[in-house]
């Protein structure tokens, strides 16, 4: 299951810039949490929940920042 995880970080690499792939890897703990749910019966607590949704807080505010730089043209 890791090559599928590797090789999907080095194609997004390859297509998208590396400010916006390097903040969403953030992310896969949260995918493990998720899938661990119905694949092993794990229960994540109040406090693992609460982390995970300031993780995806963090994540939409960095891509968001992103896009805003992105659609601003340069002053120089």
Same mark, same amino acid.
Request: no cysteine.
């Given at each position: #299951?890791?090559?599928?995880?590797? +090789? /999907?970080? /080095?194609?997004a +690499?390859? $297509? @998208?810039?590396? !400010?916006?792939? /390097?903040?969403?890897?953030?992310g &896969?703990?949260l #995918?493990?949490?998720? @899938?661990?749910?119905?694949l @092993?019966? %794990?229960?994540?607590?109040? +406090? &693992? +929940?609460?982390?995970?949704?300031?993780?995806?807080?963090?994540?939409?505010?960095?891509?968001? /920042? $992103? !896009?805003?730089? %992105? &659609?601003?043209?340069? &002053? @120089?």
């Amino acid at each position: #299951m890791a090559p599928i995880g590797y +090789l /999907s970080i /080095s194609y997004a +690499l390859g $297509h @998208l810039p590396a !400010r916006v792939v /390097s903040p969403t890897l953030i992310g &896969q703990p949260l #995918m493990t949490t998720i @899938l661990a749910v119905p694949l @092993l019966g %794990e229960i994540p607590t109040g +406090l &693992q +929940l609460t982390g995970g949704l300031i993780a995806l807080a963090g994540i939409y505010i960095i891509n968001q /920042s $992103h !896009r805003a730089a %992105e &659609q601003i043209p340069s &002053q @120089l």
